[in-house]
Structure formats: C-alpha cells, structure tokens
C-alpha cells in the first residue's frame, strides 16, 4: 500500500476574513438550513454569486428569503437537487453545463445521518453511502469541466466519524450487515478519500482544481432528527440530547461556530488541497478551525484510488472523460 506522508500542519489565523468574492460563482449543497445556510449567507455577504441545489422547495424558497433579507443585494438562485438520485444529479449538471458559466467554488456539504434502519437511494444505494459520497462524486464529476474552467476550489464536508470508517469492499452499501453508525463512518471516510483523490488528479493533470475537505465538529443542526428518525416509529433521543448539551456548554457548537473550518478551507487563500480542516479544540468536537493531521483512516492513496474507480463505476460515469477537450 502507498501511503501518503503527514504533511506539516500549517496555523489557522486566530481572526479569519473572507476575501472578496465579487466575480466568483459559488454552488453549495445543502444550504437550506444549518451548516449549509449559513455557510451561504456568508459567501453571499463576500459578494458571491449563490447557486443552491436544494431537495425541498419550500425549504429552499425560504433559505432564499432569508439570504435576501440579511443581503438586499445578494444574487442568489436555487435549483432541484436530489442527492439520492443519479438522475437528479444529472439533470442538476447538465442544466450547469448548458449555462456554460465557470464554476469558482463547490462546497459538498449536503448530508444524511444514521437512519434506524437501512434505506436506500433512487439507484439502489445505501443512503448515506448512496447520499452523502456517489450523489456528491457524481455532481462533482459532472462539472468538472465547469469547475477546471473557474480554476475552482471543491471543498467536501467529511466528520470526524471518518476517523473510524473503514471499508468492506464486498458489502459497500451493507446489505449483509447494516449498522447506523458504521455506515455513516464509512461514507465519511469517503467523502474524505474523494476529496484528497480529486486534489491528486487534478494536481496531475494541471487541471488547476484545489480539493480540501473539512469537518464543523459537533453543531448542532437538524441533522441529529432527520436521519435518527427514519425508520422509527418514536422520536429518537439524538436531537434531545445534543440541545441539553448546547445548553449546557458541553461537546456542542453553534452553527456560526461550525461552519468556520468549512468556510475557511473553502475561501482563505492559504488553505491548501489535499488537506483537512476543523475544530482545534479537544476531540474536535468544538473549537475555531484549524488544519488538522489527516486521519490514518484516510492516508492510503491506494484505498483512494481503488475508491474513484468504484466510484465511477457505480454511478456509471467516467468523470474525466469530458475533459479531454477541455484546458483550464
């Protein structure tokens, strides 16, 4: 196995600001709420132009309001995106592609957590392996030649949980043994490999695409409902228990608190590909961003490469085959 060398970490500015964004378009999934919303809003107050892949439209409308509200001048639009659904991604990229507008930033944030039960995709995945990793590879890999022309910076939201991924090559999407957790951990650990591996290619095909990832720590969102709760007749405890903790103080963060490490890998010119970012404090839960060591689980270059390959071949798509006629 090649692994890669941990590389000297570089410091996070304690006071961190971000550069003017004017002139840059920035798609960011997931931004209806939470993370995601906030992570917009904050690139909309930089100047950016927002494009908002959202699954529910409601939700979307109103995130719209809300941006519009905090940024009178703000341009921002939303569009359909449903991560669990090849199909849906397609659309999403190919109605991109149409516009034919260069694409400066990406941040992958959207995401589901720990349903109860196993669930799948449109396709037939596991859901969170199928959501939260294929649905977001597949949209990266179809704009990529949008993302080679805006020179672009792709940041992917991993966790902390990547730390304990692992994977089961014969059972990628757990259909003999479906746990929560270990499948979360596992398409995290994904999101992660993904991130770094983009970083390489592009670094080896000059496509000049900066890929990073980088974790909020432990923020309290809709998150810890939405997934605990398929497949549960009752509540689950997870959103309960985090807002006791919030409350408290204690291992939980706000989201203007979480979304720092994110927003920094995403827009600070000193933050560098092929690394991650997140909480400084301890365990990583809470804490202003920093550059973190890359997990063990994650420093295979092997195990990332094998991972693409995988990857193209279950959502059915060569992503750098629409780059051959394509220069930055």
Known sequence: MKHESVPELEPVPEHQSVPDLRGTLAVVTGASDGVGLG???????AGAELVLPVRNAVKGAAALDRIRASEPEARVSARDLDLASLASVESLAESLRAEGRP???????????????????????????????????????????????????????????????????????????????????????????????????????????????????TTLTNLYASGPNLGRARPAPHERIMRRLAGW????????????????????????????????????????????????????????ARLWQVTEHLTGSEFTADLRDVRP
Do not use: C
């Open 103 to 217: 694409i400066h930033l990406l941040i992958n944030n959207a995401g589901v957590m720990a349903p109860a039960t196993r669930h799948t995709t449109a396709d037939g995945f596991e859901l969170q392996f199928g959501t939260n990793h294929l649905g977001h590879a597949a949209l990266t890999g179809r704009l990529l030649p949008l993302l080679v022309a805006g020179r672009a910076r792709v940041t992917t939201v991993t966790s902390s949980a990547a730390r304990s991924g692992t994977f089961d090559w014969d059972d990628l999407q757990s259909e003999a043994r479906y746990a929560p957790v270990r499948a979360y951990n596992r398409s995290k650990l994904a999101n992660l490999l993904f991130a770094t591996e983009l970083n390489r290619r592009s670094t080896a095909g000059g496509w000049g695409i900066v890929s990073n990832a980088a974790h909020p720590g």
């Open 39 to 45: 992570l917009a809003m904050r690139l909309a107050r």
């Open 249 to 304: 103080g204690v291992l939980v963060h706000s989201v203007d608190a979480g979304l720092q490490p994110i927003l920094y890998a995403a827009t600070s010119p000193e933050a560098r590909g092929g690394r991650l970012y997140g909480p400084d404090g301890r365990g990583q839960f809470t804490g202003g961003p920093t550059e973190l060591a890359l997990y063990r689980s994650a420093r295979d270059e092997e195990t990332a």
